[in-house]
């Protein structure tokens, strides 16, 4: 036991440790050196950088217990500007005398136990010294804890309290102890840092650690000597890193590096003295930032004198840019804002008053006070208001730009809202408006500093919010709920719910758009309180009672508060149960959009959104355009911790068929921080009305009241409010809204009637025109500053770090435009005046814009500064000097422009990277390093091998820059060259006019470090620039002009012959028009394009055999060119019907073979039997085998290219081929054949047999139902099949009376338009030169648009004689189902070819549409830019839910069917070359209309009305149509249910609910037996009937019967036609909304004008796509069932004298029921038909109804206010019997 006891107590005595708590001597005095540094760049070598280092002896001595001075000996501040590690650190003489002078006196500090106290020094001791000896005394620091050698904990030192980690290890032999100390400064309690311009920038709540931009880390060694007077610091060596990665790169990162060391040098026995001086305290470790920032770390400029400063910086922007920027303006610009930040309001307006009557140095010192940001700036901007010096523009610019880049802190808060209050603003509501937007902004940045927002801040606002809704000013409203929505604090929750809904019932009299703007006002506050706002938001979107619009906002804000899944949960309840289908779809469209985001802060709302669309029916899917939706867009890339999202609100208000709202904004998202980069937003309400109104008086027409009074018959029925018309947008950036504006009712008439009303429109014009004559002459120069963005930290050595972005631009325009009118303006202007004159306009107009913008790393200080930087200057300038002439009458316009005289850079983009070192002592000396030498060494791999005997000699030359290979792509030529080491990437892209003198040149020079690592920041390293410039280019003749000349209509063509008649004017005038022809074709290169497009119109026959012998002999002449396959094939086709192919027809055929052979191998297999040998078409290829698979398989395949003709043809083949070879597709080969069979032309065309996936044998394609295994089928094909010839030679002329049309028309179909067409548009750009000859650019357009078969054509052609380029593109409807293009281009346009076709058709049984692209030869540069385009195409199809099918297609063609599987679905198959993407049952926005199809042959001219007229069909389709047929009814929401209708009884059908009250259609059964029914309308002046009499539908109009049975009445004012049509009567009133209304006795049909949506009441619905509430009856409430709907709508005639004998009245529940636990009576909360007094019921039906319930001993009945009994709450439903036919014997009249 004793052993045991004696091992615990030596165990216990070895566990404890020496006290190594570090002290110092009070007696003695302790010499240090210190040395600290900092270095900025990135962290690779051989990069430069930039630094300074302090070096100095340090003298500790105490001066009492736990007080010690603290004496900084021989400081010297030494530079670091070069490349590291090469170069040294140069001593700085400026610097350190500078700030040696705040070191000579000393400082007093207090240390006990390793802590650092409270810190004392000189007065007035400068902020940048006191820190530097804190960075000192920091290194003092240590927390030691006796017990334990590893522990953490949260350490104060000079970045705040930051986690901190020790390791202890103790040395006892030697009494020495090692301590290391690392600390983690991304992980602080209580970090020191400042930032500036970052308010609205948010941590992201989910991602707040992983992903910052900047991270740093400190580590401290130190070593301890332990001796009996305690243990003593001999050396403390510290290390600390600041690393940003911009792109959250982990290799892309630049660093700040700061090192310290501190040792020992000898320890003195003498006690130090207090000093004589006064010291006052400077707190402790932590560091202080001054209370005025240093300068932008771009420039050092010297404070004294501020004044005559800004008038010299001033006076050199003024002077230098005069013209055009100077190269520094920028910089000077941001020099001037510094200047403006220290001087003193006196300073301000004493260089007001030197600059005031100056406009232009007005302009400059504005933009430049606006944007410092001081108090004083803004007393100067709020002197200037009140003294009335600005205009209204400078006005509100200046305070717009003050206020949201004021620095935000209590002084400048009492500042702005003393400027906002003042009068001079209140006058004016635009300023009013910017002035508080502005003011709101300024206290979210105030209050988003402080813990908590003083009320003095917020009570200019909330006075504005009482202001407004005391006096019931919609406007003040706004302004005070989009300025509560800027500030985003809680404290103003009380005065947003006053506007809302919920608070009470005078809210709900608040206009829609303002309670929108209320519920928007509690997104900001929401991310401060957003239990608070998810608690009123619920409560209004589940009210059923409250305007869609305003719910769906509130659904929208819910979601930004990031719920939580319950609440989530929630609202996809609300949305099961919910009957408005607009607020569905936009709850249901939101989830689903929010449950794809990818974004890390919606991680948790976008999983909870995908567990709450499960409780959802997808039939909210399905839901059409008409309903409210939201989409969501963005993509995160997880790698560089950046993302972006867009999101789309589009808003549908019931009242009409397209969107009332539509928001969009983006949000961006790095590294741990979100910003919402802007948001617009746009509401229109009422719109319709006043685009459709039309002057009618509807309210003074008889029958307005008419309809009034009927109205007034329906229990509870009122007419809809009138909208009141108003468009109103707003812009936010980041969360701010800048501006909105509201044009109302009044303005939007003004603007209608500037339009529409002849005399306010000649008005403006004849204004417009005069200011063009007058001139306008003026300059115009703006700066503007666009950001600061600046983060401060503070080193270990006490120097700050500062990460800055700083970006300005300026725009200038410099403007001269003189115009002269011939004949001139008289007094009496009318706008006819204007097609008879022609107007001269001579302009020099010279617009530019430069954006400069800076990002900077490194020490910035009040005496030095040694940083990175990055510049960055796009400069853009647009010089356009010409003379126009406009001639009305001849439509003919001229524009001249001098040419090229001189290099112009219109775009000029430079990127600079250097290392700058700065120092007051220095101004004007700036040293700068490129951060990227000129010797820097370049990738190991990229070295050249070097034998050491020829090391010195050859092998350096061996790789030199020269020896590298070029590569030549888009006409350019890029280099890289690795001459010393750094990559310098070069490329030069030039397009030459030189028939214009002109070269318009891209160039890109750029030296990055990217071949150190491949990183984008690494990239952004060096020097880069890029530009766009127009040089002149020498010519053999001077160039006078450029001339652009464009001629329409009938004179086009005369200007083309008079180019080409410009030699040689004497022609035999007999033959000049063919002439002319002839030599159009030639100047266009098409004489031999369309060689034989009328040679071969009507020959004779020719045996085949002659025709294939002079084929296969033509086919060598080497001068027989035809410029394309289409040409040819379209050619030859054309004359098919009626004859064979001419010999000049087959020698353009054979010409093509050569060049085409190739891309038919790669065509439908089933061709290959036909394929031509290399030399031509040899005999073989007429065989009658080859024929029949070449015409089968042209007949069976849309992807083959091979044409059959045959000599022998029934008429619809020939027709077939005529549509079929018409059009512009890449023909591969053709073979002529003597009998072509129809027989497969039902076929579905199978894939091919030689390299296709999908099988050839049918029964494999139709036995899996994969959708791209089935075919195309052309509608043309199939109703002109092909049929096999008889042997009767004459047979080839017979012709169906289907085609024959089509087949006529075909043969004189002409290939070039201007044979039958003269040119509509001419237009030419050519230079005008010395030697009279033309040189440029011709294009001429001809178009026959009125023809059967519409066709433009297209030729672009190259007026220098040597050049044969041109372009032809040619497009045409060639039937009612296919419509093709063409463009070519090259040499006479046979170089190159793309080609096109749509045909319309079958694919799965579906109708279908096919769209072909083909591309037989194009440049190498277009391939490349498609193939680095086709790389997306497989992830696009991805992400828009596509499936993938590797499969072999043809190489040079690619086609998309689209096949309409239903009126709202779709199946859409993309064939490419090597892949197949399909998807079945994709959603379109809008029904399509899915009908009959009407055979080709049956189309009335023009042909091409199918293509022509499905733009008006789809708008046809969603026109709403209201049907009654026998007892079936279909509303316009397409609702149907069965009704019987009460005989003899009106029922409002369809009624115009709106204030207008235009019509009014009322139906009635008027026949029991016969099931017939008459109906009345109220429109307009008259009062119309029609009613089936013995089999005709009569027509009274006011009572009078028309005569005649061939009915055709038009009404006199508003247009009204009334004509017979099949067995009834056709109305048609579109000024009053009937499109048109049928009616024949037994069937009503009426479709009302797309603007009534909304408008409609009736049997026939609202018109508003609310499908769940179609039963709405005349009150506004539901009625539980069809019957009680239709009951509803019963119009009630008087007792005796109508014929309707029901009437509405309440029902008493026949038994008494037990209602919780009480016996009840029950009375009907809404009316049912009853006969009248005196009648009874021969005919009843159920209705349900609801009830109210009383006790049954109450004492009320149903005469006691039963009209009450509509207003009562509902208890319970049952089922009453309905009275529908009364028999009346003893009907009482006084009823």
Same mark, same amino acid.
């Given at each position: 036991?004793?052993?045991?006891?004696?091992?615990?107590?030596?165990?216990?005595?070895?566990?404890?440790?020496?006290?190594?708590?570090?002290?110092?001597?009070?007696?003695?005095?302790?010499?240090?050196?210190?040395?600290?540094?900092?270095?900025?760049?990135?962290?690779?070598?051989?990069?430069?950088?930039?630094?300074?280092?302090?070096?100095?002896?340090?003298?500790?001595?105490?001066?009492?217990?736990?007080?010690?001075?603290?004496?900084?000996?021989?400081?010297?501040?030494?530079?670091?500007?070069?490349?590291?590690?090469?170069?040294?650190?140069?001593?700085?003489?400026?610097?350190?005398?500078?700030?040696?002078?705040?070191?000579?006196?000393?400082?007093?500090?207090?240390?006990?136990?390793?802590?650092?106290?409270?810190?004392?020094?000189?007065?007035?001791?400068?902020?940048?010294?006191?820190?530097?000896?804190?960075?000192?005394?920091?290194?003092?620091?240590?927390?030691?804890?006796?017990?334990?050698?590893?522990?953490?904990?949260?350490?104060?030192?000079?970045?705040?309290?930051?986690?901190? $980690?020790?390791?202890?290890?103790?040395?006892?032999?030697?009494?020495?102890?090692?301590?290391?100390?690392?600390?983690?400064?991304?992980?602080?309690?209580?970090?020191?840092?400042?930032?500036?311009?970052?308010? %609205?920038?948010?941590?992201?709540?989910?991602?707040?650690?992983?992903? $910052?931009?900047?991270?740093?880390?400190?580590?401290?060694?130190?070593?301890?000597?332990?001796?009996?007077?305690?243990?003593?610091?001999?050396?403390?060596?510290?290390?600390?890193?600041?690393?940003?990665?911009?792109?959250?790169?982990?290799?892309?990162?630049?660093?700040?590096?700061?090192?310290?060391?501190?040792?020992?040098?000898?320890?003195?026995?003498?006690?130090?003295?207090?000093?004589?001086?006064?010291?006052?305290?400077?707190?402790?470790?932590?560091?202080?930032?001054?209370?005025?920032?240093?300068?932008?770390?771009?420039?050092?400029?010297?404070?004294?004198?501020?004044?005559?400063?800004?008038?010299?910086?001033?006076?050199?922007?003024?002077?230098?840019?005069?013209?055009?920027?100077?190269?520094?303006?920028?910089?000077?610009?941001?020099?001037?804002?510094?200047?403006?930040?220290?001087?003193?309001?006196?300073?301000?307006?004493?260089?007001?008053?030197?600059?005031?009557?100056?406009?232009?140095?007005?302009?400059?010192?504005?933009?430049?006070?606006?944007?410092?940001?001081?108090?004083?700036?803004?007393?100067?901007?709020?002197?200037?208001?009140?003294?009335?010096?600005?205009?209204?523009?400078?006005?509100?610019?200046?305070?717009?730009?003050?206020?949201?880049?004021?620095?935000?802190?209590?002084?400048?808060?009492?500042?702005?809202?003393?400027?906002?209050?003042?009068?001079?603003?209140?006058?004016?509501?635009?300023?009013?408006?910017?002035?508080?937007?502005?003011?709101?902004?300024?206290?979210?940045?105030?209050?988003?500093?402080?813990?908590?927002?003083?009320?003095? =801040?917020?009570?200019?606002?909330?006075?504005?919010?009482?202001?407004?809704?005391?006096?019931? $000013?919609?406007?003040?409203?706004?302004?005070?709920?989009?300025?509560?929505?800027?500030?985003?604090?809680?404290?103003?929750?009380?005065?947003?719910?006053?506007?809302?809904?919920?608070?009470?019932?005078?809210?709900?009299?608040?206009?829609?758009?303002?309670?929108?703007?209320?519920?928007?006002?509690?997104?900001?506050?929401?991310?401060?309180?957003?239990?608070?706002?998810?608690?009123?938001?619920?409560?209004?979107?589940?009210?059923?009672?409250?305007?869609?619009?305003?719910?769906?906002?509130?659904?929208?804000?819910?979601?930004?508060?990031?719920?939580?899944?319950?609440?989530?949960?929630?609202?996809?309840?609300?949305?099961?149960?919910?009957?408005?289908?607009?607020?569905?779809?936009?709850?249901?469209?939101?989830?689903?959009?929010?449950?794809?985001?990818?974004?890390?802060?919606?991680?948790?709302?976008?999983?909870?959104?995908?567990?709450?669309?499960?409780?959802?029916?997808?039939?909210?899917?399905?839901?059409?355009?008409?309903?409210?939706?939201?989409?969501?867009?963005?993509?995160?890339?997880?790698? %560089?911790?950046?993302?972006?999202?867009?999101?789309?609100?589009?808003?549908?208000?019931?009242?009409?068929?397209?969107?009332?709202?539509?928001?969009?904004?983006?949000?961006?998202?790095?590294?741990?921080?979100?910003?919402?980069?802007?948001?617009?937003?746009?509401?229109?309400?009422?719109?319709?009305?006043?685009?459709?109104?039309?002057?009618?008086?509807?309210?003074?027409?008889?029958?307005?009241?008419?309809? @009034?009074?009927?109205?007034?018959?329906?229990?509870?029925?009122?007419?809809?409010?009138?909208?009141?018309?108003?468009?109103?947008?707003?812009?936010?950036?980041?969360?701010?809204?800048?501006?909105?504006?509201?044009?109302?009712?009044?303005?939007?008439?003004?603007?209608?009637?500037?339009?529409?009303?002849?005399?306010? $429109?000649?008005?403006?014009?004849?204004?417009?025109?005069?200011?063009?004559?007058?001139?306008?002459?003026?300059?115009?120069?703006?700066?503007?500053?666009?950001?600061?963005?600046?983060?401060?930290?503070?080193?270990?050595?006490?120097?700050?770090?500062?990460?800055?972005?700083?970006?300005?631009?300026?725009?200038?325009?410099?403007?001269?435009?003189?115009?002269?009118?011939?004949?001139?303006?008289?007094?009496?202007?009318?706008?006819?005046?204007?097609?008879?004159?022609?107007?001269?306009?001579?302009?020099?107009?010279?617009?530019?814009?430069?954006?400069?913008?800076?990002?900077?790393?490194?020490?910035?200080?009040?005496?030095?500064?040694?940083?990175?930087?990055?510049?960055?200057?796009?400069?853009?300038?647009?010089?356009?000097?010409?003379?126009?002439?406009?001639?009305?009458?001849?439509?003919?316009?001229?524009?001249?422009?001098?040419?090229?005289?001189?290099?112009?850079?219109?775009?000029?983009?430079?990127?600079?990277?250097?290392?700058?070192?700065?120092?007051?002592?220095?101004?004007?000396?700036?040293?700068?390093?490129?951060?990227?030498?000129?010797?820097?060494?370049?990738?190991?791999?990229?070295?050249?091998?070097?034998?050491?005997?020829?090391?010195?000699?050859?092998?350096?030359?061996?790789?030199?820059?020269?020896?590298?290979?070029?590569?030549?792509?888009?006409?350019?030529?890029?280099?890289?060259?690795?001459?010393?080491?750094?990559?310098?990437?070069?490329?030069?892209?030039?397009?030459?006019?030189?028939?214009?003198?002109?070269?318009?040149?891209?160039?890109?020079?750029?030296?990055?470090?990217?071949?150190?690592?491949?990183?984008?920041?690494?990239?952004?390293?060096?020097?880069?620039?890029?530009?766009?410039?127009?040089?002149?280019?020498?010519?053999?003749?001077?160039?006078?002009?450029?001339?652009?000349?464009?001629?329409?209509?009938?004179?086009?063509?005369?200007?083309?012959?008079?180019?080409?008649?410009?030699?040689?004017?004497?022609?035999?005038?007999?033959?000049?028009?063919?002439?002319?022809?002839?030599?159009?074709?030639?100047?266009?290169?098409?004489?031999?394009?369309?060689?034989?497009?009328?040679?071969?119109?009507?020959?004779?026959?020719?045996?085949?055999? @002659?025709?294939?012998?002079?084929?296969?002999?033509?086919?060598?002449?080497? @001068?027989?060119?035809?410029?394309?396959?289409?040409?040819?094939?379209?050619?030859?086709?054309?004359?098919?019907?009626?004859?064979?192919?001419?010999?000049?027809?087959?020698?353009?055929?054979?010409?093509?073979?050569?060049?085409?052979?190739?891309?038919?191998?790669?065509?439908?297999?089933? #061709?290959?039997?036909?394929?031509?040998?290399?030399?031509?078409?040899?005999?073989?290829?007429?065989?009658?085998?080859?024929?029949?698979?070449?015409? #089968?398989?042209?007949?069976?395949?849309?992807?083959?290219?091979?044409?059959?003709?045959?000599?022998?043809?029934?008429?619809?083949?020939?027709?077939?081929?005529?549509?079929?070879?018409?059009?512009?597709?890449?023909?591969?080969?053709?073979?002529?054949?003597?009998?072509?069979?129809?027989?497969?032309?039902?076929?579905?065309?199978?894939?091919?047999?030689?390299?296709?996936?999908?099988?050839?044998?049918?029964?494999?394609?139709?036995?899996?139902?994969?959708?791209?295994?089935?075919?195309?089928?052309?509608?043309?094909?199939?109703?002109?099949?092909?049929?096999?010839?008889?042997?009767?030679?004459?047979?080839?002329?017979?012709?169906?009376?289907?085609?024959?049309?089509?087949?006529?028309?075909?043969?004189?179909?002409?290939?070039?338009?201007?044979?039958?067409?003269?040119?509509?548009?001419?237009?030419?750009?050519?230079?005008?030169?010395?030697?009279?000859?033309?040189?440029?650019?011709?294009?001429?357009?001809?178009?026959?648009?009125?023809?059967?078969?519409?066709?433009?054509?297209?030729?672009?052609?190259?007026?220098?004689?040597?050049?044969?380029?041109?372009?032809?593109?040619?497009?045409?409807?060639?039937?009612?189902?296919?419509?093709?293009?063409?463009?070519?281009?090259?040499?006479?346009?046979?170089?190159?070819?793309?080609?096109?076709?749509?045909?319309?058709?079958?694919?799965?049984?579906?109708?279908?549409?096919?769209?072909?692209?083909?591309?037989?030869?194009?440049?190498?540069?277009?391939?490349?830019?498609?193939?680095?385009? %086709?790389?997306?195409?497989?992830?696009?199809?991805?992400?828009?839910?596509?499936?993938?099918?590797?499969?072999?297609?043809?190489?040079?063609?690619?086609?998309?069917?689209?096949?309409?599987?239903?009126?709202?679905?779709?199946?859409?198959?993309?064939?490419?070359?090597?892949?197949?993407?399909?998807?079945? =049952?994709?959603?379109?926005?809008?029904?399509?209309?899915?009908?009959?199809?009407?055979?080709?042959?049956?189309?009335?001219?023009?042909?091409?009305?199918?293509?022509?007229?499905?733009?008006?069909?789809?708008?046809?389709?969603?026109?709403?149509?209201?049907?009654?047929?026998?007892?079936?009814?279909?509303?316009?929401?397409?609702?149907?249910?069965?009704?019987?209708?009460?005989?003899?009884?009106?029922?409002?059908?369809?009624?115009?609910?709106?204030?207008?009250?235009?019509?009014?259609?009322?139906?009635?059964?008027?026949?029991?037996?016969?099931?017939?029914?008459?109906?009345?309308?109220?429109?307009?002046?008259?009062?119309?009937?029609?009613?089936?009499?013995?089999?005709?539908?009569?027509?009274?109009?006011?009572?009078?019967?028309?005569?005649?049975?061939?009915?055709?009445?038009?009404?006199?004012?508003?247009?009204?036609?009334?004509?017979?049509?099949?067995?009834?009567?056709?109305?048609?009133?579109?000024?009053?909304?009937?499109?048109?209304?049928?009616?024949?006795?037994?069937?009503?049909?009426?479709?009302?004008?797309?603007?009534?949506?909304?408008?409609?009441?009736?049997?026939?619905?609202? %018109?508003?796509?609310?499908?769940?509430?179609?039963?709405?009856?005349?009150?506004?409430?539901?009625?539980?069932?069809?019957?009680?709907?239709?009951?509803?709508?019963?119009?009630?005639?008087?007792?005796?004298?109508?014929?309707?004998?029901?009437?509405?009245?309440?029902?008493?529940?026949?038994?008494?029921?037990?209602?919780?636990?009480?016996?009840?009576?029950?009375?009907?909360?809404?009316?049912?038909?009853?006969?009248?007094?005196?009648?009874?019921?021969?005919?009843?039906?159920?209705?349900?109804?609801?009830?109210?319930?009383?006790?049954?001993?109450?004492?009320?009945?149903?005469?006691?206010?039963?009209?009450?009994?509509?207003?009562?709450?509902?208890?319970?439903?049952?089922?009453?019997?309905?009275?529908?036919?009364?028999?009346?014997?003893?009907?009482?009249?006084?009823?």
């Amino acid at each position: 036991m004793r052993g045991i006891i004696f091992a615990l107590a030596l165990t216990l005595v070895g566990s404890q440790k020496f006290d190594i708590d570090p002290g110092f001597s009070s007696r003695k005095s302790h010499l240090y050196s210190y040395e600290g540094w900092v270095l900025n760049g990135l962290q690779e070598k051989s990069l430069a950088k930039a630094g300074v280092r302090l070096s100095s002896k340090l003298e500790i001595s105490g001066l009492s217990e736990n007080t010690y001075l603290l004496k900084i000996r021989s400081p010297q501040f030494e530079e670091y500007n070069g490349i590291w590690p090469r170069d040294s650190f140069t001593r700085s003489s400026k610097i350190t005398q500078m700030v040696s002078s705040c070191f000579t006196r000393p400082f007093k500090f207090e240390y006990s136990s390793g802590r650092i106290g409270n810190i004392y020094g000189p007065e007035d001791c400068p902020d940048m010294c006191v820190n530097i000896v804190r960075g000192i005394l920091n290194m003092m620091q240590i927390t030691i804890k006796k017990s334990q050698n590893v522990y953490e904990l949260q350490e104060a030192g000079i970045g705040g309290v930051c986690h901190t $980690r020790y390791v202890i290890q103790e040395d006892r032999k030697n009494s020495r102890v090692s301590v290391t100390k690392t600390v983690d400064q991304n992980n602080c309690q209580e970090k020191v840092m400042k930032s500036v311009g970052m308010a %609205y920038i948010y941590p992201c709540p989910v991602d707040m650690m992983k992903g $910052r931009l900047i991270k740093g880390t400190a580590a401290f060694s130190y070593k301890l000597k332990q001796s009996d007077s305690g243990t003593l610091i001999t050396e403390v060596l510290s290390q600390q890193v600041y690393q940003i990665s911009p792109l959250s790169e982990p290799t892309g990162v630049a660093v700040m590096e700061a090192r310290q060391q501190l040792t020992l040098l000898e320890v003195r026995s003498e006690r130090g003295s207090a000093p004589d001086i006064s010291m006052q305290s400077y707190g402790g470790l932590r560091y202080r930032f001054p209370s005025v920032l240093p300068q932008m770390p771009l420039q050092l400029i010297k404070m004294k004198n501020p004044e005559q400063r800004i008038a010299e910086t001033l006076q050199h922007i003024v002077q230098n840019n005069q013209q055009d920027f100077h190269d520094d303006v920028p910089y000077r610009f941001l020099e001037l804002v510094q200047l403006c930040r220290i001087a003193s309001a006196d300073s301000l307006e004493s260089i007001w008053r030197q600059f005031s009557d100056k406009p232009r140095y007005r302009r400059w010192l504005l933009s430049a006070v606006s944007a410092t940001g001081t108090t004083e700036a803004l007393k100067f901007i709020k002197t200037r208001i009140r003294n009335d010096d600005l205009s209204y523009i400078q006005t509100l610019l200046s305070i717009s730009f003050a206020l949201h880049l004021l620095k935000a802190d209590e002084h400048t808060v009492s500042t702005a809202a003393d400027l906002v209050t003042s009068s001079r603003i209140q006058k004016s509501p635009m300023l009013q408006q910017v002035a508080y937007l502005g003011y709101s902004s300024v206290i979210n940045r105030y209050c988003s500093q402080t813990s908590a927002c003083p009320k003095e =801040a917020l009570q200019p606002i909330h006075d504005l919010a009482d202001e407004a809704i005391s006096r019931g $000013r919609e406007d003040k409203m706004k302004l005070a709920l989009k300025c509560i929505g800027n500030m985003g604090e809680p404290a103003s929750i009380k005065r947003i719910v006053k506007f809302l809904p919920i608070s009470s019932s005078s809210a709900s009299d608040i206009p829609i758009h303002v309670q929108i703007d209320a519920i928007m006002a509690l997104r900001k506050i929401a991310w401060k309180d957003p239990k608070t706002v998810q608690g009123y938001l619920i409560q209004i979107l589940a009210d059923q009672s409250l305007p869609p619009e305003v719910r769906m906002m509130a659904c929208a804000v819910i979601f930004e508060t990031r719920p939580a899944l319950p609440l989530i949960t929630t609202i996809a309840n609300v949305a099961m149960k919910e009957s408005n289908l607009q607020v569905a779809s936009f709850v249901y469209s939101h989830m689903r959009a929010l449950s794809k985001s990818r974004l890390p802060y919606t991680y948790n709302i976008s999983s909870a959104c995908n567990i709450a669309l499960k409780l959802l029916a997808p039939k909210l899917d399905r839901l059409s355009y008409r309903y409210s939706k939201v989409m969501h867009f963005g993509d995160y890339f997880d790698n %560089y911790k950046v993302g972006a999202a867009g999101d789309v609100f589009v808003m549908n208000s019931p009242g009409t068929m397209f969107p009332s709202a539509i928001i969009s904004k983006l949000v961006a998202y790095s590294a741990g921080s979100v910003a919402d980069l802007v948001e617009v937003g746009v509401r229109v309400e009422g719109l319709t009305d006043i685009i459709m109104k039309r002057n009618i008086p509807f309210a003074e027409y008889p029958t307005y009241k008419k309809i @009034k009074e009927i109205g007034k018959a329906l229990l509870g029925w009122k007419e809809l409010p009138t909208e009141t018309p108003l468009i109103s947008a707003y812009l936010k950036i980041f969360g701010q809204e800048l501006a909105y504006v509201n044009i109302n009712k009044e303005v939007l008439h003004q603007a209608v009637k500037t339009v529409l009303e002849p005399a306010d $429109r000649n008005t403006v014009m004849k204004r417009i025109i005069s200011q063009i004559r007058n001139g306008i002459a003026g300059q115009w120069t703006q700066p503007v500053w666009l950001g600061e963005l600046r983060y401060i930290v503070p080193t270990c050595t006490g120097l700050p770090l500062e990460y800055g972005s700083y970006t300005t631009a300026l725009a200038r325009a410099a403007v001269n435009v003189d115009g002269k009118m011939t004949p001139p303006l008289t007094g009496d202007f009318r706008p006819s005046q204007l097609l008879e004159s022609t107007m001269q306009i001579r302009s020099d107009i010279n617009p530019g814009l430069y954006v400069y913008t800076v990002a900077t790393m490194g020490v910035n200080t009040e005496y030095f500064q040694h940083a990175v930087e990055i510049q960055g200057k796009v400069l853009t300038r647009v010089p356009m000097k010409f003379d126009a002439k406009i001639d009305v009458k001849v439509k003919n316009i001229k524009i001249e422009t001098n040419p090229c005289h001189e290099e112009i850079e219109i775009v000029v983009g430079r990127h600079k990277a250097f290392a700058v070192s700065r120092n007051l002592g220095e101004l004007g000396v700036e040293k700068r390093t490129s951060i990227l030498p000129e010797d820097a060494s370049s990738d190991i791999v990229e070295e050249p091998f070097k034998p050491s005997e020829r090391a010195s000699s050859e092998g350096s030359t061996m790789q030199g820059a020269d020896s590298m290979p070029r590569r030549h792509a888009y006409s350019s030529q890029e280099d890289l060259r690795y001459g010393t080491g750094r990559k310098t990437h070069k490329r030069d892209i030039c397009v030459k006019l030189h028939r214009l003198g002109c070269q318009l040149c891209f160039s890109r020079r750029s030296q990055d470090a990217s071949f150190l690592k491949n990183t984008y920041l690494h990239r952004l390293i060096g020097e880069h620039e890029a530009k766009i410039v127009l040089i002149p280019v020498q010519t053999d003749a001077d160039i006078d002009k450029i001339q652009l000349e464009i001629q329409a209509g009938s004179r086009a063509a005369s200007k083309i012959i008079h180019v080409v008649n410009s030699e040689s004017e004497e022609e035999d005038e007999s033959s000049r028009y063919e002439d002319i022809q002839a030599k159009l074709k030639k100047i266009l290169g098409i004489e031999n394009v369309f060689k034989v497009a009328n040679k071969t119109r009507h020959q004779k026959k020719q045996p085949s055999k @002659k025709g294939n012998a002079m084929l296969t002999e033509l086919g060598k002449d080497p @001068k027989a060119k035809n410029p394309s396959s289409s040409s040819s094939a379209s050619s030859t086709a054309s004359s098919s019907s009626s004859s064979a192919a001419s010999p000049d027809r087959k020698k353009a055929v054979d010409e093509d073979e050569n060049d085409q052979v190739k891309q038919a191998r790669n065509k439908d297999a089933r #061709s290959k039997s036909s394929s031509p040998s290399s030399s031509g078409i040899s005999s073989k290829s007429s065989s009658s085998s080859s024929s029949k698979s070449s015409s #089968s398989s042209s007949r069976s395949s849309s992807s083959s290219s091979r044409k059959s003709f045959s000599h022998h043809s029934h008429g619809h083949h020939s027709s077939h081929l005529n549509d079929s070879s018409s059009s512009s597709s890449s023909s591969s080969s053709k073979s002529l054949s003597h009998h072509s069979h129809g027989h497969h032309s039902g076929h579905l065309e199978g894939g091919s047999s030689s390299s296709s996936s999908s099988s050839s044998s049918y029964s494999k394609i139709w036995g899996d139902h994969e959708i791209y295994q089935y075919r195309f089928r052309s509608a043309h094909r199939q109703e002109f099949p092909k049929r096999k010839p008889s042997g009767d030679p004459l047979s080839s002329t017979y012709s169906s009376t289907r085609s024959s049309h089509a087949s006529s028309r075909a043969a004189s179909w002409p290939k070039f338009l201007g044979d039958v067409k003269t040119p509509v548009l001419a237009v030419f750009l050519h230079g005008i030169r010395n030697d009279k000859k033309i040189g440029g650019l011709q294009l001429v357009v001809y178009a026959d648009i009125d023809s059967i078969r519409p066709r433009m054509q297209v030729f672009v052609s190259n007026l220098t004689d040597s050049s044969k380029w041109k372009l032809c593109a040619d497009a045409s409807v060639l039937n009612a189902h296919k419509a093709a293009a063409y463009l070519k281009w090259g040499r006479n346009c046979q170089d190159y070819k793309i080609s096109t076709e749509l045909v319309t058709g079958r694919f799965a049984a579906h109708p279908a549409v096919q769209v072909k692209l083909e591309w037989p030869k194009v440049p190498s540069s277009v391939r490349s830019v498609a193939e680095w385009f %086709y790389k997306f195409v497989p992830g696009a199809a991805f992400m828009l839910g596509f499936s993938e099918k590797t499969d072999k297609n043809p190489s040079r063609q690619a086609r998309v069917i689209v096949a309409l599987t239903s009126p709202r679905t779709c199946d859409v198959v993309i064939k490419l070359p090597d892949m197949i993407f399909y998807e079945k =049952a994709m959603r379109l926005p809008l029904s399509l209309p899915v009908g009959p199809r009407i055979p080709a042959s049956e189309l009335q001219p023009p042909i091409w009305n199918v293509f022509a007229e499905a733009p008006s069909a789809v708008l046809e389709n969603l026109k709403a149509h209201c049907s009654v047929s026998h007892n079936k009814i279909t509303t316009f929401n397409e609702v149907q249910f069965n009704y019987t209708m009460p005989a003899n009884c009106y029922h409002i059908l369809a009624q115009d609910c709106s204030s207008d009250l235009k019509f009014l259609v009322m139906m009635r059964k008027a026949e029991e037996a016969m099931n017939l029914k008459a109906i009345n309308i109220k429109l307009g002046s008259q009062e119309i009937d029609m009613r089936s009499v013995k089999g005709q539908v009569k027509l009274l109009i006011d009572g009078v019967e028309s005569p005649t049975t061939n009915v055709s009445y038009i009404s006199t004012g508003a247009p009204l036609w009334i004509h017979s049509e099949k067995q009834g009567l056709v109305l048609v009133a579109p000024a009053y909304g009937i499109d048109k209304l049928y009616f024949d006795g037994y069937t009503f049909r009426i479709q009302v004008a797309l603007w009534m949506a909304g408008k409609m009441c009736g049997i026939c619905g609202k %018109y508003d796509a609310e499908c769940e509430q179609e039963y709405r009856m005349p009150n506004g409430y539901l009625a539980k069932d069809a019957v009680s709907f239709g009951h509803s709508w019963i119009l009630e005639e008087k007792p005796c004298t109508g014929a309707c004998k029901l009437r509405r009245s309440f029902v008493k529940l026949e038994k008494t029921v037990q209602l919780v636990g009480v016996e009840s009576k029950c009375y009907s909360t809404e009316p049912v038909l009853r006969c009248m007094k005196g009648c009874s019921a021969t005919k009843t039906t159920p209705v349900t109804v609801g009830f109210h319930c009383l006790p049954a001993d109450s004492a009320t009945s149903l005469t006691d206010k039963q009209t009450k009994f509509d207003q009562k709450s509902e208890d319970i439903q049952d089922t009453v019997d309905a009275h529908i036919a009364c028999s009346c014997e003893n009907e009482d009249c006084s009823a």
